[in-house]
């Protein structure tokens, strides 16, 4: 086809003899006297001549790249439109993207690690996000800055939670001292953790001093937030079942406060005999951080004293770790951790995506199956064969 064939872009303009014919609104066909007729609803508008105003539709203009230099002044001051692409590009998994994003990690690492960081985590409805809500914005209103990150693998699956953390937190969205980024998506709760660090470091190099990192309470989720902040706060209903609530013990010890939240209405009762009875476990029970005792309080979205007393718990904790050096140990060991974290992942990934595994796990999986060799017998010949080790 000639580029002349091609559809125009802009429709021809119609026919000026067109015009004349349909003088008086009709076209020349209608029987005459057939306007005063109502058989005839037929009125033909006179085409309109596009002339300029048909400019072709035009993409809209790409952003500029950021450079190295560009993201890292962006963040550096602040900037949270720069700020926010910087958390896209750490959460890219394209290759290029993730080695600027640890060129830029590298750079603004210095001016991280101001901030108070506290994990949230509880059962889906528990009042988390209400709770961060009101904590939020008291805390904005001192002149904090806060960002607030969110940690859950399953969003990407259910989109649940990051709708309900845009309709929980309207107020905050819109304060100038907040920054609310939803859970990443893409996978691995390894994966989903490893980008969430990375996005609290940024925040931390923008300005924010204070963190507060959201999670659902199920599986390992718990345990992975705990191991990227310092103060790990645990939401509870009374009256829903310790099973209900992941308050296996394995989950209360490693708290640093408990609230039973929605201390409100007809609920107050309840509520205090569930702390006073959490507290009672409690006392049996190694703390979490050396020299902190755990506590079992209440609290309500409802009541904002109630959680300007739960800060306060935050507040007293900082400053008692901070004093003793046990925040500072407990930094340095999560970095480590993650680290070793980072490599087994690594590891796991590349041992699995090599080809000659890919042929023989099959087969071994069949003989493990049927007992014909043993599992570690076949583990060790997997391993052998792989050159990723
Ligand atoms: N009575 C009462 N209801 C609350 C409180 N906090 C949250 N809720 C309600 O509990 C439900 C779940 O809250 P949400 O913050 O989304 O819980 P999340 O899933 O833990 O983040 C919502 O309907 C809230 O309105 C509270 O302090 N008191
Ligand atoms: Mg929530």
Known sequence: MSPDSASPAVPPSPDPACDCAMAGGLPDWVPV??????????????????GSAAVPHKPPAKRRKLTLDDYTQGVLESDIGVLSRAITLVESNHPSHQALAQ???????????NSIRVGITGV??????????????????????LAVLAVDPSSSV?????????TRMENLVRHPHAYIRPS??????????RKSRETMLLCEAAGFDIILVETVGVGQNEVTVRSMVDFFLLIMLAGAGDELQGMKKGVIEIA?????????????????LAAAESNRVLSFLQPATPGWQ?????????????LTELWGRIDQFVVATRGSGALTA????????????????????????????????PGLEQQVASNQIPAATAAQQLLNCSAAV
């Not at 006297?33 to 596009?50: H, I, N, T, Y």
């Not at 996000?129 to 904590?135: A, D, F, H, R």
């Not at 640093?256 to 205090?272: E, T």
């Open 33 to 50: 006297g057939a306007e005063q007729d109502p058989k005839f609803a037929c009125r033909v508008m006179a085409g309109v001549s596009l």
């Open 103 to 113: 060129q830029l990690l590298t750079r603004v690492l210095p001016h991280t690690g």
């Open 124 to 145: 889906p409805g528990a009042g988390k996000s209400t709770l961060i809500e009101t904590l939020g914005c008291l805390l904005c209103d001192q002149g904090h800055r």
């Open 158 to 166: 259910t989109g649940g939670s990051i709708l309900g953390d845009k």
């Open 184 to 193: 990443p998506s893409g996978g691995s709760l390894g994966g989903v953790a």
């Open 256 to 272: 640093d406060l408990l609230a039973v939240n929605k201390a409100d209405g007809d609920n107050i009762q309840r509520a205090r």
């Open 294 to 306: 755990t506590r079992c309080i209440t609290c309500s979205a409802h009541d904002p004293a109630t």
């Open 330 to 361: 407990r930094r340095e060991r999560q970095a480590v951790e993650w680290m070793h974290a980072m490599i087994e992942e690594e590891l796991r990934h590349r041992f699995f995506r090599n080809p000659r595994i890919h042929k023989l796990l």
